[in-house]
């Protein structure tokens, strides 16, 4: 946990919990949620982010204290009343002291990809692979180390053949990997800049120095955190608001912001996720003491 601090999400996340008095976020935790929820038990404050397996029927999360755990999800859980329960998968080692960030499954290969990161002295990034089968580790492919320029590694994606991108948080670029875990190329451009959020960023496979600055028109996409994308026309954007959902008729040349969805705001979206066709909201922060209570809500856009 000591990881997160001095982290621009932490500073986020202490604000936002500033401004909102105690007693109100308790009668949010009370409220009876809108849409459906899945609830856990964790040892954790900080799930940073959160994905569906569908082949194994169940919830991967990743912590800010490093490692990863699993929620799995029988078929007779409909009520939000259940609290289901974290069991950790992973603890590695090698990664003692750094924070298990974004994370992507690998449904073809049988994987799950997960970005590591110093958060605090920006001083190590890495991309994990384990098996889903045997949690076995695949490979780890370093990023950064000392002496090299100050970087973060924050969310990763994957595409048809494998090959995994990383975002730096810090320094503004993303990491290719190979499927076997090569490190293969670093995408840098101009558009990329720290002192910006809020924008989407076109990167065509095969033409990774053609970054484009996808046009968004219909509101604003600042504090936007994990994105899935639902359809080759749709993706979610979780953040602040909960969610919001984004669709682009030209290949994504321009986009427009076509609906909101609010969710428990005092907890933070960090990452979006499908199951069984709808969309998941992962929540940063659990509340509760000794074991906290982390939720995935449905965000449901009108």
Known sequence: ?????????FFLLLFILSAIPVAYIISLERS???????????AGWFRESGKWDESHKRFLVSFMEGGLGQISVPNHVVSPEIVLNEVPVVKDADLAGNASL?????????RVLVAHADVIGN???????????????????WLSGPGDEKSMADDVAVDAEGNAYVTDAKSSKIWKVGKDGQLISTIRSPLFTPKECGYLYKVTLGKEDEVKLVKVVGGSLIFGDGIELLSPTKLVIAGNPSGRLVESTDNWETASLIAKFSGPMHRLASAATVKDGKVYLNHLLGMGYPRRK???VEAVFA
């Open 32 to 42: 009876t949620p809108t849409t459906h929820v899945y609830s856990y038990h964790s």
């Open 1 to 9: 946990m000591a990881s997160f601090i001095c982290s621009p999400k």
């Open 123 to 141: 001083r190590y990034s890495a991309l994990v692979a384990y098996d889903l089968s045997s949690w076995d580790r695949l490979f780890l492919t």
């Open 102 to 110: 974004g994370l992507v499954v690998d449904t073809p290969r049988n």
């Open 294 to 296: 982390h939720v995935f």
